[in-house]
């Protein structure tokens, strides 16, 4: 409580104070884990529902492993612990640790979606032995966004080659995305109506912003609508 008959130089020195005190506090935040997505081209989950039933393990097998494979890329760069006291010391190098590899095949409006979900625990095996947090807590994951989703797309595009369910892939330069050779647009938008509904909550959020949107605004709808 504050006493109300300090002098303003008093109150001034005992805010400051408090002020102080309350910048050297250490509160301890943590992270239980991780969770990121690692999401296909439209082609491929179109190509992969209009296959034979008869050839959907062989589908799902294929997203798997390259979701895997791209995790442990990623992996293979962020985990890592840090030693001493509240992990004040150096960093020591990951040798091993968990997930969770969750393959799904529809979007929330049913269109076919091929995505994994992948979830990792705050925790790495070091090359001591013993267990610890990640070293660079969430911000390894953050910065290595991009390059676990290319990792995956690549390995995508290689095993399903190799295993036949494609005969090849292409660039779309207008959409600067790989899809499956010979994929037919109409039939993509066709099984896009999860798509078609966030744009339209999009421009409808907009409403008179319309072209004068900016595209950090857009992003924004965007992220909403879904």
Not at 23 to 29: D, I, T
Not at 56 to 76: I, K, Q
């Amino acid at each position: 409580l504050i006493d109300p008959s300090l002098s303003d130089v008093d109150l001034g020195t005992w805010i400051w104070a408090q002020v102080e005190a309350e910048s050297r506090r250490k509160v301890v935040k943590e992270n239980a884990g991780y969770e990121f997505t690692l999401t296909c081209p439209k082609s491929f989950s179109v190509a992969a529902l209009l296959d034979d039933s008869d050839r959907r393990e062989d589908w799902l097998n294929t997203m798997r492993d390259a979701v895997t494979a791209a995790t442990d890329e990623l992996m293979g760069r962020v985990a890592h612990g840090r030693t001493g006291h509240n992990g004040e010391g150096p960093a020591i190098r990951g040798d091993g640790y968990a997930a969770t590899v969750s393959i799904e095949s529809h979007s929330r409006e049913l269109d076919p979606h091929l995505h994994g979900h992948v979830m990792i625990p705050n925790r790495v095996l070091c090359a001591d032995g013993k267990e610890r947090g990640m070293g660079s807590g969430g911000s390894d994951f953050i910065n290595h966004a991009w390059l676990v989703q290319a990792e995956f797309e690549r390995r995508l595009r290689r095993l399903s080659v190799e295993r036949g369910l494609v005969s090849g892939w292409e660039m779309d330069l207008a959409n600067q995305q790989w899809e499956v050779a010979g994929a037919d647009r109409d039939t993509m938008e066709f099984f896009s109506q999860g798509h078609a509904l966030v744009q339209a909550a999009v421009v409808d959020a907009l409403g008179d912003e319309g072209g004068r949107a900016t595209k950090a605004r857009m992003r924004q709808l965007d992220s909403r609508a879904k």
